[in-house]
């Protein structure tokens, strides 16, 4: 298993620009989520889906999109890239029921905002 | 809402030296508690966790106790390695049910040989 990959590792946008982060895992996991880290911060949560069709807003959604079309992708976009998107993004999957289940992160995506 | 604090780093130890992180919760419900470590480059790895109150978690000799009553997840090992190098996130998961994890804002730890 690859478990959950990311793509791209690095990208430098223009103020403006649009984009998209792909995020895939191959466990049959319910449960997706993307996650901002900024320094000092720790991880906040962006948006979640617990299933293909299902999504919903975490902590700081403004400025990104998501769908979930199938269970293995989770793509998240954004629409005008800002400055105060600068940061590491990762992405995240887990079985559904039950909230002690391990979450497995993705490498991450550095995005860099200019 | 639910929320985890962290002591702040850096913390810096000298190779073999004790390590404590300190970690408390807010929390509604009964959350699962967890220790991420973040590598450098890399992403978040679990590294232990406690599913209910007075559970222990354990991994790579590192160690954590589930205190209800301190609302408390403690990080401790009893020798550090050069390895060990590593932000360490302490993380409960959303008593909601939902699966959301809410993280501290992490802990570098450097560990000089």
């Known amino acids: 298993n690859a478990g959950v990959t990311q793509t791209p590792k690095f990208q430098v946008l223009k103020t403006g620009q649009s984009m998209t982060l792909q995020c895939a895992q191959d466990?049959?996991?319910?449960?997706m989520s993307w996650y901002r880290q900024d320094p000092g911060m720790g991880l906040r949560l962006i948006h979640y889906?617990?299933?293909?069709?299902?999504?919903d807003q975490g902590e700081v959604p403004n400025g990104y999109n998501v769908s979930r079309s199938t269970t293995e992708d989770f793509p998240l976009r954004l629409l005008s890239a800002a400055p105060s998107q600068t940061s590491v993004y990762f992405c995240?999957?887990?079985?559904?029921?039950?909230?002690?289940?391990?979450?497995?992160f993705g490498p991450g995506t550095r995005l860099t905002v200019t | 809402g639910d929320s985890v604090t962290q002591m702040e780093g850096p913390v810096t130890l000298s190779e073999e030296a004790f390590l404590t992180i300190n970690c408390t919760y807010t929390?509604?419900?009964?959350?699962?508690l967890f220790w991420y470590v973040q590598y450098p480059g890399e992403g978040l790895q679990l590294l232990l966790k406690?599913?209910?109150?007075?559970d222990k978690g354990s991994n790579k000799g590192f160690e954590a106790t589930y205190r209800k009553e301190t609302t408390s997840f403690h990080l401790e090992k009893g020798s550090v390695q050069v390895s060990d190098s590593a932000v360490y996130f302490c993380?409960?998961?959303?008593?909601?049910?939902?699966?959301?994890?809410?993280f501290g804002q992490g802990t570098t730890l450097q560990v000089k040989p």
């Open positions: 889906s617990v299933g293909a069709g299902i999504t």
């Open positions: 995240a999957s887990r079985q559904t029921s039950g909230n002690s289940y391990e979450q497995y």
């Open positions: 929390a509604t419900g009964y959350p699962s």
């Open positions: 406690a599913t209910k109150a007075d």
């Open positions: 993380a409960l998961s959303d008593s909601s049910n939902t699966g959301k994890l809410i």
């Open positions: 466990m049959n996991h319910e449960y």
